[in-house]
């Protein structure tokens, strides 16, 4: 049971550059969602996916893209990386929209130069 | 504005003692209230969620309790362990289609021998 899988769990860019995090769930959730915590700051939403098939914006969405794959995997992209978005990462999923439990994955530890 | 205070910010206590940790909101309308441990370079793990009519509830060490009318939770942790050091996050979640979970920004517990 892996449960919430996030890769990678360090990265370290330069500004300007782009990458992916990935996610996948084996738990046959419909909703995942993207989150950065950042320190003595609570979690905040930046893109979720209630069900496969359809993406919004949270809170915090200014320089990401997301792509439900398929009801498994939940990907984020940061095309044109910034310091400001040195943060820790986590993608959770759920069974149904939000008033269900989370679960988390490990986390992505990033730091853009 | 929807807001989660947690008290204290951080807390030091010898193993095989009690504490609490508080919780007071500034959500509405508000649908449940979520508890979550979340260990160093890990993500947060659930240990509660309460709904408006419950007002407490167990995992086991851990006891949660919920105020509705005063707005306030707390998080009851017996004869603490050394694995209890950890961040404790308290999670509203606002109701409705458009529902949204609002993040403290958790209490961080360190349990000494």
């Known amino acids: 049971n892996a449960g919430v899988t996030q890769t990678p769990k360090f990265q370290v860019l330069k500004t300007g550059q782009s990458m992916t995090l990935q996610c996948a769930q084996d738990?046959?959730?419909?909703?995942m969602y993207w989150y950065r915590q950042d320190p003595g700051m609570g979690l905040r939403l930046i893109y979720y996916?209630?069900?496969?098939?359809?993406?919004d914006k949270g809170e915090v969405p200014n320089g990401y893209n997301v792509s439900r794959l398929n009801k498994r995997e939940f990907s984020l992209r940061l095309e044109s990386a910034a310091p400001s978005q040195t943060s820790v990462y986590f993608c959770?999923?759920?069974?149904?929209?939000?008033?269900?439990?989370?679960?988390f994955g490990s986390g992505t530890q990033l730091s853009v130069l | 504005k929807n807001q989660v205070e947690q008290s204290p910010q951080s807390l030091i206590i010898l193993e095989g003692k009690n504490c609490t940790l508080q919780?007071?909101?500034?959500?509405?309308?508000?649908?449940?209230l979520r508890w979550y441990k979340q260990d160093t370079g890990r993500g947060p793990v659930s240990l509660t969620i309460?709904?408006?009519?419950?007002n407490t509830k167990s995992n086991g060490r851990y006891t949660a309790t919920l105020d509705a009318d005063t707005k306030q939770s707390s998080l009851h942790i017996t004869a603490s362990q050394l694995s209890d050091s950890a961040s404790y996050i308290c999670?509203?979640?606002?109701?409705?289609?458009?529902?949204?979970?609002?993040f403290g920004q958790g209490t961080t517990l360190q349990v000494k021998p």
């Open positions: 919780c007071n909101y500034t959500v509405s309308p508000f649908s449940n």
């Open positions: 738990m046959n959730h419909n909703s």
């Open positions: 959770a999923s759920s069974e149904v929209w939000i008033n269900e439990k989370l679960f």
């Open positions: 309460m709904t408006f009519s419950e």
């Open positions: 999670v509203v979640s606002s109701s409705g289609n458009t529902g949204k979970l609002i």
């Open positions: 996916s209630a069900s496969e098939g359809t993406t």
